[in-house]
């Protein structure tokens, strides 16, 4: 079981002078769900190495067993530091790919050709694609056979309007997540705001928010069970 992870390399939140990346929890506690299971687990970056942390991801409120234990293990924190660049990767590689949010995926990967090309031959060769909170972005370019959005007609989620309004960030991000689902033929549903709300439609994945990163991966592990 070969799951590919793939994280944002974009730290600038905007014109703000503040700093965004992945969110740590959205990482972790996919990250430890596969290892856990047995996975052999890769991660890949646009631009390789150490990939950019949303400061506000490490605050104390927003620690999580699963980001505690990461910080306190040396081999994750190794891996993590040493990203596979992107446009190295095929998807003939891997069983499934996992991608964590945070903001940054909103200016990278949701417009990186190689992304757009992972996504489309996964999704092609009958392999899933996960992706939560912010990470569903990506889904914004890939194409089906008929030329049509990945999301087309496909059930969805992501990060909510009210929950990037509740962060302050309406104005700030490129896009908002839940309107670009519905644009391209989604048919997108959301949970209260900041709890697990996971949905599953053919080999679409799709996680609402940080709560829903832990619940995305598991539902990521049966498919591929």
């Not at 990461?70 to 993590?80: E, G, I, N, S, V």
Request: a negative charge; aromatic letters at 8%; glycine letters at 10%.
């Amino acid at each position: 079981m070969k799951i590919l992870m793939v994280l944002t390399s974009h730290d600038q939140l905007g014109n703000t002078g503040e700093k965004t990346g992945f969110w740590l929890e959205e990482f972790a506690a996919p990250y430890y769900a596969f290892k856990d299971a047995g996975a052999d687990i890769t991660l890949a970056s646009p631009l390789g190495g150490q990939p950019p942390l949303d400061p506000k991801s490490d605050d104390a409120s927003f620690q999580t067993d699963d980001t505690r234990r990461f910080k306190a293990d040396a081999t994750a924190q190794a891996l993590l530091a040493s990203t596979g660049k992107l446009q190295d990767v095929s998807a003939a590689d891997f069983d499934a790919v996992f991608y964590p949010g945070g903001h940054g995926p909103l200016w990278d990967l949701a417009e990186n050709a190689s992304s757009i090309r992972l996504i489309e031959a996964m999704l092609k060769a009958g392999k899933p694609v996960a992706a939560v909170c912010h990470a569903p972005a990506v889904l914004r370019h890939p194409k089906s056979a008929d030329g049509s959005s990945v999301v087309n007609g496909k059930s969805v989620t992501g990060f909510t309007n009210t929950e990037e309004a509740a962060v302050g960030l309406t104005g700030v991000v490129p896009f908002l997540v839940e309107d670009m689902l519905k644009k391209n033929g989604g048919s997108y549903s959301q949970g209260a705001d900041w709890q697990p709300h996971v949905v599953t439609d053919g080999l679409l994945i799709t996680g609402q928010n940080p709560a829903s990163s832990e619940p995305a991966a598991q539902a990521l592990l049966k498919m591929l069970r």
